[in-house]
């Protein structure tokens, strides 16, 4: 039985995780997705607060797996001082090119089948971005394929198979504030690695702003056709590097072997340097 929390539920998680955990017991593995730099308060008013150190570390000492997995922005939000060195039980990834909320959660989740359409529609929205009214266009980046490994991981690693991979983490040029290193077309460097950063076709980061939870939605700027034709003056110089990309990705474990023919087939389809 595996407990999980995502963003506000995160800090629920963790305080659970270091506090609770050890003398309930309940839980054979933990998924903290998108956590900030505490845990939730163990109490507070009425009665009285009792808050969590700040940054608040996974406790050393658990006798089950416990997975975090972080956006970008996610990281550079919570800074790099909460990361943590991997163990037998504990494992951090931190995702290239996403963002705490995306268009997959807005738009192409609520209406995947699981055939290949979902991972089709958000591949055209690295080339024809969502607008929700944000300062940029909404981020179209891979967390939820990054996201679906690591749950497989976790079910393996909690059922005796084995932990899963290591990752190194999001490069930085600064740690106080956090500013990630980036390429020439600005996406971010290290991390857990995807097609959709290292064969860019936009630009997709954790970074935008605006009105209401845009802070969270990250940003895509697709490439200019001058762009992509200087990168790509054939189709065989994308769907090659692509393909690669995709096979390099599952064998290292980020992304599930089920996936990778709907992401190469969105390539093939997409007329990219034809």
Not at 17 to 40: K, Q, T, Y
Not at 70 to 95: H, K
Not at 96 to 122: E, N, V
Not at 159 to 169: L, N, S
């Amino acid at each position: 039985m595996i407990a999980t929390g995502e963003s506000q539920s995160a800090s629920r998680m963790m305080t659970y995780v270091n506090a609770v955990h050890p003398i309930a017991d309940v839980f054979d593995g933990f998924m903290i997705h998108s956590r900030g730099i505490s845990g939730s308060s163990l109490r507070q008013a009425p009665l009285g607060q009792i808050s969590t150190p700040r940054p608040t570390f996974i406790r050393g000492d658990l006798n089950v797996p416990v997975f975090v997995v972080q956006a970008e922005d996610d990281v550079i939000r919570s800074n790099t001082e909460i990361r943590q060195p991997d163990t037998s039980q504990f494992r951090m990834w931190e995702l290239a090119g996403t963002s705490h909320i995306g268009s997959y959660i807005l738009s192409a989740g609520p209406r995947d089948p699981a055939d290949g359409t979902g991972t089709a529609l958000m591949f055209d929205f690295m080339r024809n971005p969502q607008s929700v009214g944000c300062d940029k266009p909404v981020n179209s980046g891979p967390h939820w394929l990054l996201l679906q490994a690591a749950f497989d991981s976790l079910d393996t690693w909690v059922r005796g198979g084995g932990a899963p991979p290591t990752a190194d983490p999001l490069a930085a040029e600064s740690t106080s504030p956090t500013v990630l290193a980036r390429d020439a077309i600005g996406n971010a460097l290290g991390g857990v690695r995807s097609p959709h950063v290292d064969v860019p076709i936009a630009r997709i980061d954790g970074l935008n702003s605006g009105l209401g939870f845009c802070g969270l939605f990250g940003s895509t700027t697709p490439l200019t056709d001058v762009e992509l034709a200087a990168l790509y003056p054939t189709a065989a110089d994308f769907i090659t590097p692509w393909t690669a990309s995709v096979n390099a990705a599952i064998s290292a474990g980020f992304i599930l072997p089920v996936d990778g023919p709907a992401l190469i087939a969105a390539a093939q389809a997409s007329g990219i340097g034809a």
